[in-house]
């Protein structure tokens, strides 16, 4: 019997020692998810904006350059092979929008000089 007092003993101090040093930890991650209009290396926003373009973002993956719906816009998809494979699907949303790296650019009415500089800005990030 005195065994079994030993070990119930034992057991229990186990159990509040492991209890108390474990802790719950939140998730560690990698880092903040990047905007994709302004990441590091290559600030398409900032260089719209230096262009003296009148761009503003939109939502989390747009900007809009002008207003809707003369103005140009561009959406940004996770990777350039997501860019071209929504346009070569043929979606209704993704048509008549021009793929230059991950950037959809949807011209609307933007004039020839206005498409030029945004175009010029967003071939900053491509990789060929």
Request: glycine residues 12%; proline residues 9%; contains cysteine.
């Amino acid at each position: 019997m005195p065994y079994a007092k030993s070990a119930a003993v034992l057991g229990a101090a186990a159990v509040l020692l492991c209890g108390c040093s474990s802790s719950v930890k939140p998730p560690q991650g990698r880092g903040k998810v990047e905007d994709p209009r302004t990441e590091a290396y290559s600030n398409y926003y900032r260089c719209l904006l230096g262009d003296h373009l009148p761009a503003q973002k939109i939502g989390r993956v747009s900007i809009q350059i002008g207003a809707l719906p003369s103005g140009p816009t561009i959406r940004f998809l996770p990777t350039p092979s997501a860019a071209q494979a929504a346009q070569i699907e043929g979606q209704p949303q993704y048509q008549g929008a021009e793929v230059i790296g991950a950037a959809l650019l949807y011209p609307n009415g933007g004039s020839d000089g206005e498409l030029g500089q945004i175009e010029m800005c967003l071939a900053h990030g491509v990789q060929s």
